[in-house]
DNA sequence: CGAGACGTTGAACCTATTCAACACTGGTGG
DNA sequence: CCACCAGTGTTGAATAGGTTCAACGTCTCG
């Protein structure tokens, strides 16, 4: 089970990017490519920090192509994995403007390429295009619910209905239909889904190895596929 | 200890309100009248549902006096206060845009006077008045920050820290001074604040109990003051 | 005045963490 | 090329933090 990405994105994919990105995509396609000049291009190697809670928000980004994960930190050491992000998602700090700090840390969680444009420049898009605006509130809003979702999971509900209910939400966004199940296309390890679930990975572990023998998921190495969805629903919903 | 709070707010507050909201203070006066009519004015008991999670989101709302409960629910019946809200803050589905539901259930917390809009009229508000929907922008985008923050906290920290913690949030927003010491000016009981930082009634009333016999707050039935912020932000930090 | 909401405190219990030992895998360097 | 080592995963046992259950006191409001 090997999750290879391509660390490059051509200028073709650059342009496909863009303009299939719910924010553009009704724009004319001139306007695309005016817009399209605003982006530079910028490539990370898996586990590279792209920016840091505490940092100047100066840049906004949309990932073209690989994984990014969205992290939050806690004095303890403890991190808080906030979501993975996917081709053509946003992050950065899109509400950025003046002298907004970054509140939240980004890493490449494959090798990736991604689109940036500062934020003035960004916010320039926006007053020049009707909509945009609205587009992005869009977004933020989406994030938003997640967000409040989250804290209802957390607070709410046991460490196994937890995880259950996070792989569903990680299969519905990443999932790919193979022989074995429902794949989830791309490197997953326990640490990953403890920082999601605000577990530990040895109890990530133990409820996994519970799902893996009741014919649920399968799993290795960084790696998990959903079997029968219908027992991790009842899992994630009972 | 009483907290009372008109349950009508004369048209006077209401064109205020509107003027002194971050949306719409730079806006020419004779704009913020014309935006004025577009709302109505809304008056609810302490207690009453405003809009309850799964209703379509046709409408927005302003506080204009008194406090608002965002909540959200797990089908296991126990709740999660997402926040409290004053005078000024904007509730309902700030991105909605077509046919969307409400995410979250919104009650008052004491008697409330709010001004809504219809969506569609607010959404033509910010297509009109250039600017505005950056505004909205910041507004969501430090919501999800509060969030995200939020999920760090339940995820990452023991009870007694995320109860101090959200003691002093709690009174940087409403905290009003008083002989006694920083008086948070709104009905809160040990409920309350459990719900807000997911755990039970009793351990936060525990919590508080350890706090007060240390001299850090006081407090009664539906009230807590602080009387020595820093070992409140010690116990917090630490 | 009575009833119900709010708050407190104790004791038993349980879920999940912590600590620890061990197994497997993949990549790196000698 | 193989050995080794760091990263990953598993499992067990002990522990602890917080919940749950229960009983009781107190305040407020109708």
Tied chains: 1, 2.
Aim: hydrophobic share 45%.
């Amino acid at each position: 089970m090997v999750f290879t990405e391509p660390q490059h994105c051509s200028i073709d994919l650059r342009l496909r990017i863009l303009s299939r990105l719910p924010f553009f995509k009704d724009l004319p396609a001139k306007a695309v490519e005016e817009i399209n000049r605003h982006f530079v291009e910028m490539d990370y190697q898996r586990g590279e920090r792209i920016y840091t809670a505490g940092d100047p928000a100066e840049r906004l980004y949309v990932v073209a192509d690989g994984k990014v994960r969205l992290l939050q930190h806690a004095e303890s050491g403890k991190d808080v994995l906030l979501g993975i992000l996917g081709s053509g998602e946003f992050f950065g700090n899109l509400a950025a403007l003046g002298t907004a700090v970054h509140i939240d840390t980004a890493e490449a969680h494959t090798p990736i390429c991604a689109l940036s444009v500062r934020s003035e420049d960004f916010r320039q898009i926006l007053d020049e295009h009707t909509g945009l605006a609205l587009r992005a509130l869009e977004v933020l809003g989406e994030r938003l619910s997640a967000a409040n979702q989250r804290v209802l999971l957390i607070s709410a509900m046991p460490v196994d209905r937890r995880i259950a209910f996070m792989l569903l939400e990680i299969s519905r966004k990443f999932g790919r239909q193979e022989e074995m199940g429902l794949l989830i296309d791309m490197p997953l390890s326990r640490d990953d889904l403890a920082e999601m679930t605000g577990a530990t990975p040895e109890t990530v572990s133990r409820v996994l190895s519970q799902l893996q023998s009741g014919g649920v998921i399968t799993s290795g190495r960084q790696w998990i596929a959903i079997t029968d969805r219908q027992k991790l629903e009842a899992q994630a919903g009972a």
